[in-house]
């Protein structure tokens, strides 16, 4: 069985860095063509594509969010983690992390998706 | 940047009713197109990827086509379970969600 769980703050202050972290398990972010992403969805609003890792350490970034954006993992934990900077009260959001499947021509789809973790961002 | 266009935004069916959803990409895509299916607090759901192939457990009655730019999700039969916002995805891009309703 393939389960992904966000975790992290739920509550940050405006210029504050968040951190969150994707552990996962029934799978390996060391086998072919699969990877973690993280995607974000603001309170009544529309899905927000952020960023991805693979295993052989290709990274994707939303342009729009690049100079603010980290994502790494860490293979023998089973885990991505994800930091964004300068926290916004725009960036209040429910951030999800989701496995991804990427096929030769670097074509990718979000097979399983953890339930999400809501941030919020305020003074 | 690709730019992907769902439509309708929104729209009201009935149980049993053919629904068909369409999901327009800024420049040619070929078939690399997914569709979502996302209930209230939810997770979204993978239903379709590759533009028409069925994810492993997702009732036969969703279909998907299209190639290029324009693409289909289409629900055969709405189910009561269906009613939820329906998403397109090509690499970074989401498009903006339609949200099926009941009638």
């Known amino acids: 069985q393939i389960t992904l769980k966000e975790s992290g703050p739920t509550l940050v202050k405006p210029t504050q860095t968040l951190t969150l972290t994707c552990t996962f398990s029934?799978?390996?972010?060391?086998?072919?063509?699969?990877?973690v992403g993280w995607i974000r969805q603001p309170p009544g609003k529309a899905l927000d594509w952020l960023a991805l890792?693979?295993?052989?350490?290709?990274?994707r970034y939303s342009p729009s969010l690049k100079s603010r954006l980290t994502i790494t993992k860490d293979t023998s934990k089973n885990q991505v983690v994800l930091t964004m900077t300068n926290m916004d009260p725009v960036d209040t959001a429910t951030y999800y992390c989701?496995?991804?499947?990427?096929?030769?021509?670097?074509?990718?789809?979000?097979?399983?998706w953890g339930k999400g973790t809501t941030v919020t961002v305020s003074s | 940047d690709i730019q992907m266009t769902q439509s309708p935004s929104s729209l009201s069916a009935s149980v049993g009713d053919r629904v068909t959803i369409t999901c327009r990409a800024s420049?040619?895509?070929?078939?690399?197109l997914n569709w979502y299916q996302q209930k209230p607090a939810k997770a979204p759901k993978l239903l379709i990827y590759?533009?028409?192939s069925l994810q492993s457990g997702v009732p036969s009655r969703f279909s998907g086509s299209g190639s290029g730019t324009d693409f289909t999700l289409t629900i055969s039969s709405l189910q009561p379970e269906d009613f939820a916002t329906y998403y397109c995805?090509?690499?970074?891009?989401f498009g903006q969600g339609t949200k099926v309703e009941i009638k």
């Open positions: 989701a496995r991804c499947l990427r096929d030769a021509y670097y074509y990718y789809y979000m097979d399983v």
């Open positions: 029934g799978f390996s972010l060391s086998t072919s063509g699969v990877g």
């Open positions: 890792i693979f295993w052989d350490d290709d990274e």
């Open positions: 420049q040619s895509i070929s078939s690399y």
């Open positions: 590759a533009a028409s």
């Open positions: 995805q090509q690499s970074q891009e």
